[in-house]
């Protein structure tokens, strides 16, 4: 089966690795070309030069992109793959996107005989590397058993999540509660910091009790209190999937207040903190406004 893999960036990188094998034949293509040549130089994947080269004849093709709007770039931008796209083959947007845009590109594509399904992945770099990302998909049955066997490749938990866009909702709310976490345990360890109770002994406690989530469990363990913050998941990308978040609550009227705040938090981390750093550096921020530091 011949894919075509186009964003080899921190996740997708991952995500194209597993694809690498039989039965299946890659090729990538990324903006910045030295990525591509370094992952072509540790795997066997052939490198594409432009967007169009990398699907010509491709039964399906990959984007993990930051945001819709660069999926909308790659197809009809310079040496877009729109024309290049064989008919009867499958995208399969592994971007975390929004609804509306995904929406949209799948209607083009369907007068093209192209299949669309919107794919985002969940549990992170370690998740990817491991090979069982959780995939929520939206989309049509038809479409999706074309890709069944390179979604297995990567995925463990996958999971329809309904149309087009449907994955892409779900993805942007799941991150959404991610972002809520992070800054609701950044504040309550601030403020217990403040109070005098240490941040190991607090995080002892909330851990065995109802307050504890992946971020009190996984998140500030091992990337707050070491002071390490690896950089795995952009910060600037979690502001834009909340942001998605919030569009889907504004487009639907649905009364989100707290996802609203957060969102504003979070909006303002990133402006503090630039576009380069991982999301549970957002703690940074809480720490300066409470003149503390979690460790
Ligand atoms: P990165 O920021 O690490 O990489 C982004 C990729 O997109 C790079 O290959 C980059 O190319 C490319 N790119 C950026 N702008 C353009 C453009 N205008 N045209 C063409 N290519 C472009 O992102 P991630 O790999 O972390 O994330 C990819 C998607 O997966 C996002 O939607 C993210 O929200 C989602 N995701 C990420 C997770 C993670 O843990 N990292 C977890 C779950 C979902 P270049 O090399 O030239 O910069």
């Known amino acids: 089966m011949r894919i075509a893999f186009l964003g080899l960036g921190d996740i997708g990188s991952l995500i194209a690795s597993h694809l690498d094998r039989d039965p299946f034949a890659l090729t990538v293509w990324n903006r910045t070309e030295a990525k591509a040549r370094d992952f072509a130089a540790s795997h066997r994947a052939a490198v594409a030069a432009t967007p169009a080269d990398a699907v010509r004849g491709a039964e399906v093709v990959i984007t993990c992109l930051p945001s819709s709007a660069e999926v909308e770039a790659v197809l009809h931008g310079e040496h877009g793959m729109l024309d290049a796209l064989e008919k009867g083959a499958v995208l399969l947007d592994c971007t975390s996107g929004d609804p509306p845009t995904s929406r949209s590109i799948a209607a083009e594509l369907a007068r093209r005989g192209v299949g669309f399904i919107d794919a985002p992945v969940s549990g ?32 463990k938990k996958i999971v329809h999540a309904g149309p087009v866009g449907a994955g892409d909702a779900l993805k942007a709310v799941n991150n959404a509660l991610l972002a809520v976490h992070i800054l609701s345990a ?86 503090i903190l630039g576009e380069e750093v991982d999301h549970v550096e957002a703690v940074k921020m809480i720490e300066v406004e409470n003149g503390v530091e979690i460790r």
Do not use: C, Y
């Open 186 to 271: 950044g504040e309550g360890l601030a403020l217990l910091v403040k109070a005098g109770v240490d941040a190991k002994t607090a995080l002892e406690v909330i851990n065995a009790s109802s307050g504890r989530s992946n971020t009190s469990e996984n998140l500030i363990p091992q990337r707050v209190l070491t002071r390490a913050f690896p950089r795995t998941f952009r910060l600037a990308l979690l502001d834009k999937d909340i942001g998605i978040a919030e569009v889907l609550a504004d487009e639907l009227g649905a009364k989100t207040p707290v996802l609203s705040l957060a969102a504003r938090r979070l909006h303002q981390a990133r402006e």
């Open 124 to 155: 992170g770099t370690t998740a990817a590397k491991a090979g069982s990302l959780t995939v929520m998909w939206g989309g049509e049955e038809k479409d999706f058993a074309r890709v069944r066997t390179v979604v297995e490749a990567f995925g």
